[in-house]
């Protein structure tokens, strides 16, 4: 039986301050990135504090691994991620435009 697997993806958000992280996963990162800058869901997290600024994001074989990694990042403290994002990001740019299908 061939089972298909489709992969994952863990990312980070900011608002234009940089003072409200927001980490998540999904298997469509530039869905999901969309529907944040779009306040697809007005009443969540990100749309009330306005994040929708993408600095960070790692992609994984498997959504089941993405979803373990925003639990690790989620359990760290702000400087982990602050640590995390200038690591992959360091002017802290939006990462959006350069994502691709």
Same mark, same amino acid.
């Not at 489709?6 to 940089?18: D, P, Q």
């Not at 998540?24 to 997290?45: A, C, E, M, V």
């Given at each position: !039986?061939? !089972?298909?697997?489709?992969?994952? #993806?863990?990312?980070?958000?900011?608002?234009? %301050?940089?003072?409200? *992280? $927001?980490?998540? =996963? %999904?298997? +469509? *990162?530039?869905?999901?990135? @969309?529907?944040?800058?779009?306040? $697809?869901?007005? $009443? =969540? /997290? =990100?749309?009330?504090?306005? #994040?929708?600024?993408?600095? /960070?994001?790692? /992609? /994984?074989?498997?959504?089941?691994?993405?979803?373990?990694?925003?639990?690790?990042?989620?359990?760290? %403290?702000?400087?982990?991620?602050? &640590? !995390?994002?200038? +690591?992959? %990001?360091?002017? @802290? +740019? &939006?990462?959006? &435009?350069?994502?691709?299908?």
């Amino acid at each position: !039986m061939l !089972m298909l697997v489709k992969g994952g #993806c863990v990312y980070i958000i900011t608002n234009k %301050n940089h003072s409200v *992280l $927001y980490t998540g =996963s %999904n298997s +469509d *990162l530039i869905t999901r990135i @969309w529907q944040h800058q779009n306040k $697809y869901y007005p $009443y =969540s /997290f =990100s749309a009330r504090y306005n #994040c929708s600024k993408l600095v /960070f994001y790692k /992609f /994984f074989p498997s959504i089941e691994q993405a979803i373990a990694e925003e639990y690790r990042i989620k359990g760290g %403290n702000r400087k982990a991620k602050i &640590d !995390m994002i200038e +690591d992959f %990001n360091p002017q @802290w +740019d &939006d990462l959006y &435009d350069s994502l691709s299908y």
